[in-house]
């Protein structure tokens, strides 16, 4: 993986793998009070798509990950979080390949995604941020905004 993180709520820790509210004694920075509604409208939208999304997340978590210029991030499945309400992701600055499950998809600014429902578990990834598609960020930044809580 080739992204910038900044975990917000819980940090994502490595070596052991773990989740933490705090880190050196100092509590991990909240998640902004604002997330919840903009994902609770995410939801709201993905649902008149598709109903299977599922419920809405509590919003306990949120990984802000900056990609430089054709970095990217490999197939993987978000599983860490006991909760398997959906995941709700932003996209802003350059695009990008979205792939999940063998199937790609071009992620532009602006673009929402939710992996829901039977696409909770779904393996999935991004390819290299695609220089010169944004006028705003060199580069380009994703918010995956999770519950970690079963409940
Ligand atoms: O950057 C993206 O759109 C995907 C991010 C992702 O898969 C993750 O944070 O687990």
């Known amino acids: 993986m080739d992204a910038w993180l900044l975990s917000l709520g819980w940090f994502w820790a490595t070596n052991p793998y773990r989740m933490l ?5 100092h509590p991990v920075p909240a998640v902004p ?7 609770d409208r995410v939801m709201e939208r993905a649902r008149e798509i598709d109903p299977l ?3 809405t997340p509590r919003i306990q ?3 802000v990950n900056f990609y430089p210029p054709g970095k990217g991030m490999g197939l993987h499945v978000d599983a ?14 350059q695009d990008t390949v979205f792939r999940i499950e063998g199937r790609d998809t ?19 990834g991004v390819l290299g941020a695609r220089s ?7 580069g380009r930044l994703n918010i995956t905004m999770r519950q970690m809580e079963e409940r």
């Open 106 to 124: 071009l992620l532009m600014s602006g673009d929402a995604v939710v992996f829901g429902g039977p696409a909770r578990r779904a393996r999935h």
């Open 21 to 25: 509210r705090e880190v050196d004694g």
């Open 61 to 63: 978590t949120a990984l």
């Open 132 to 138: 010169g598609t944004s006028d705003l960020l060199e």
């Open 33 to 39: 009070g604002n997330f919840q509604g903009i994902a």
């Open 53 to 55: 999304v599922g419920p």
């Open 80 to 93: 860490d979080e006991k909760s398997g309400n959906a995941v709700v992701s932003l996209s802003f600055g």
